[in-house]
């Protein structure tokens, strides 16, 4: 569990995790995370479209300054908003209020419409500063970040593991599917079928045990103590210094503009 860090790394597991060169890139992995949490906090809390507006801006010049590829990035936020979608056309049709139109009998009113824009531009604003503060991370700098700024070791080693087999387990299952297909098992809506996917799950409960216990007798066996140990310390540069009194900045705007147009 011990590695040497130094800022600008290229990734040490292989997560698929996109890498940052610029601006953001360079921080101090303890300040990106903590900015994150602010902003997240912050933008949550805003209301007016207009403060909302420039919350999405920020998010937006986080991601010029992380220099991170437009294409990609536009289509996993995408992939977020598939989720929401659905809430964001019901909302007009389920809050009362001035009419709009009406489909089918139901009236869509303004301040449903309103709700909807600002709970999308609230969402992305916050999924679009995650993905350029904390999402760009190589997973093990996120683990050592977390655990110098105090957070319980149970829950980083949880977070590592869990990210590095998550993989494992993963082509473990794709071996069992492999195997079952293999003896003609075609899945159905049948007790059959829901009887072999259930020996599936145990039967990967049970791999996942003892791999488990295979990782740590060879952990123990390399002398692992239960302690994350960094070769490479972080350190607070003066950019890391600016960027967060820039950032408290822009926060204070967006709360005093959200104050204004109350």
């Known amino acids: 569990m011990a590695h040497v860090l130094e800022q600008g790394d290229t990734t040490l597991t292989e997560t698929g995790a996109a890498q940052v060169s610029g601006l953001i890139g360079s921080l101090d992995p303890r300040i990106r995370i903590l900015a994150a949490i602010g902003f997240g906090i912050v ?9 909302l507006c420039a919350a999405m801006l920020l998010s937006a010049a986080l991601l010029w300054a992380s220099r991170l590829p437009l294409g990609p990035t536009l ?4 992939m977020m908003d598939g989720f929401i979608i659905f809430m964001l056309v019901l909302l007009p049709f389920s809050i009362p209020g001035d009419p709009i139109f ?3 009998g139901f009236a869509a009113s303004w301040q449903g419409l309103w709700r909807a824009v600002e709970i999308a531009l609230t969402a992305n604003a916050v999924i679009l500063a995650l993905m350029t503060l904390v999402g760009t991370m190589e997973p093990v700098t996120l683990g050592h970040a977390l655990y110098k700024m105090r957070v ?3 829950l980083v080693h949880l977070l590592m593991f869990t990210i590095r087999y998550i993989e494992v387990l993963r082509e ?3 071996r069992l599917r492999s195997a079952m297909k293999v003896r003609g098992f075609r899945p159905g809506t ?3 079928t829901y009887r072999s996917f259930g020996y599936l799950v145990g039967m990967m409960l049970v791999r996942a045990i003892e791999r488990s216990e295979r ?3 060879a952990m123990k066996c390399r002398g692992f103590s239960g302690r994350i140990y960094l070769l490479k ?5 003066a950019a890391d210094r600016r960027f967060s009194l820039i950032f408290v900045i822009a926060m204070a705007l967006l709360i005093c503009l959200e104050l204004a147009w109350r």
């Open 190 to 192: 049948n007790w059959h």
């Open 233 to 237: 310390d972080f350190a607070l540069t």
């Open 75 to 78: 289509k996993r936020m995408a």
């Open 102 to 104: 009406t489909l089918w």
């Open 215 to 217: 990782i740590l007798g």
């Open 152 to 154: 319980p070791e149970i």
């Open 172 to 174: 473990e299952y794709l």
């Open 43 to 51: 933008v949550v809390g805003l209301s007016s479209l207009n403060a």
